[in-house]
């Protein structure tokens, strides 16, 4: 599976036919997405194939915060699962608030990343309260017909986050033969994000489905 959900630079470059010569760079992945329970799953490491983002918090090890991330679908759901480590866990106030602490976003986006794309972003996280799943954009609230699930197990010091969006909450549909994809984890150890390690960016730094991933569905 080497190379698989792995972000990696690009460099093109290319003679236009008046003899101009033109260079395109950026980021992109071969990341198939399998239908859920299907044995060619994958499974991101998130410390070896993600970024850790740090905002000034400090380092991140794997004590810290690591873990892995799976998507896959349904006729019905597309399904983010995500077992994270994490040394101290410490959740934000409310569901509108979740990203300042601990929590995971992600984000899909149709076709391939595109500056400008609409966008459909989401966040998940154990608050106080109990599980909560929030929808950032295209419009902010609950995910009508989304589900989740975040479980902390305290004594193994991970959090597993079970999340299912409808195609439609993404903006997608479910023939699409390919999408756009981004998803981050927040770490907070009680003073607020110290940073968050992601798959693909736009989310975290800045809001841009131009650097999401394309992700591609298998049958
Ligand atoms: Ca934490």
């Known amino acids: 599976m080497q190379g698989l959900w792995r972000a990696t630079p690009y460099t093109v470059g290319f003679t236009l036919s008046d003899g101009e010569s033109k260079t395109i760079s950026g980021t992109t992945a071969f990341a198939p997405v399998y239908p859920d329970g299907s044995p060619g799953m994958l499974t991101v490491d998130l410390a070896n194939q993600a970024q850790y983002v740090d ?45 300042s602490a601990d929590s995971i976003q992600f984000a899909f986006a149709s076709g391939l990343p595109a500056p400008g794309g609409a966008y459909s972003e989401f966040g998940a996280a154990l608050l106080g309260s109990g599980p909560a799943l929030y929808q950032f954009s295209p419009v902010g609230g609950s995910v009508a017909g989304g589900q989740v699930s975040v479980v902390r197990d305290e004594a193994r010091r991970t959090t597993v986050y079970s999340v299912q969006i409808p195609w439609a909450a993404a903006g997608l549909s479910p023939g699409d033969p390919y999408f756009s994809y981004s998803f981050l984890v927040n770490d907070s150890d009680g003073s607020g994000r110290k940073g968050f390690i992601q798959w693909g960016a736009g989310i975290g730094a800045s809001k841009e489905s131009a650097k999401y991933l394309p992700v591609q569905r298998m049958p």
């Open 55 to 99: 905002l000034g918090g400090g380092t991140s090890g794997g004590d810290d915060l690591s873990g892995t991330m799976t998507l896959t679908y349904d006729a019905t759901y597309l399904k983010v699962r995500a077992t994270i480590h994490d040394d101290v866990h410490s959740p934000a106030a409310d569901a509108l608030n979740l990203w």
